[in-house]
């Protein structure tokens, strides 16, 4: 598979960033919506009921399992990305400290869907600046580059995974998850094709023109 230089360009560096700040936004408005928490967090109140631990824990081990296997099984080392987004929290509280969730339904749902397409492009253009990746993200694209499988199909296998584990674990579960679930894979696609594109990194062989 094609390595960009790990020190990066200018040009992957604003990509990155783009793609960071939409990432914090979408996460923030999902949550203000109401409507459901994302695949990991069904999957990490999953195992909060089933341990009785408090999240912090739950959340730092998951982080630690996650980044180890997906350096040792997949080659993903941590890298810029990872360190930052380990703060992520620090924006995404302030975004909700200082909004409020809307009253109506219609306002509430229209702040879902756009978050979904928020979130599809920010992880698609922080992972295009091959700069490195969350503990969460390393997964589904060390996946997607070490199987050559289509990326969309990989982010519903883990998504839909872990909304069933979590859900039978005894996790929070809301339509917002559900529709989530769903539209993020279909995003992903042509967000990583057009991430990659201003970042000027190559395309996942799985999206690649066949011949």
């Known amino acids: 598979m094609d390595r960009p230089d790990r020190l990066g360009t200018?040009?992957?560096?604003?990509?990155?960033?783009?793609?960071?700040v939409l990432l914090v936004i979408g996460v923030s408005t999902s949550i203000l919506a109401g409507l459901g928490v994302g695949s990991w967090q069904v999957f990490e109140t999953g195992l909060m009921a089933a341990t009785g631990l408090p999240f912090a824990p739950v959340a730092i081990a998951e982080s630690l399992i996650l980044l180890?296997?997906?350096?040792?099984?997949?080659?993903?080392p941590p890298w810029a990305a990872t360190v930052i987004l380990a703060f992520a929290g620090l924006p995404i509280g302030w975004v909700l400290d200082t909004f409020s969730q809307p009253d109506s339904l219609l306002a509430q749902t229209a702040m879902l869907l756009g978050s979904i397409v928020l979130i599809g492009l920010g992880v698609a253009f922080y992972l295009?600046?091959?700069l490195g990746a969350s503990?969460?993200?390393?997964?589904?694209?060390g996946l997607y580059e070490t199987y050559s499988w289509r990326p969309g199909y990989v982010r519903f296998g883990l998504d839909f995974t872990l909304v069933v584990l979590g859900t039978l674990l005894g996790g929070q579960l809301g339509i917002g998850t559900l529709v989530a679930t769903i539209g993020i894979p279909v995003i992903i696609e042509?967000?990583?094709?057009l991430g990659h594109q201003l970042a000027d990194t190559p395309l996942p062989v799985a999206m690649r023109p066949s011949g």
């Open 10 to 20: 200018p040009r992957r560096w604003a990509v990155l960033a783009l793609g960071l």
């Open 135 to 141: 503990a969460q993200d390393a997964m589904f694209v």
């Open 68 to 76: 180890v296997v997906a350096w040792v099984w997949l080659g993903q």
């Open 128 to 130: 295009a600046a091959a």
């Open 190 to 193: 042509p967000a990583l094709r």
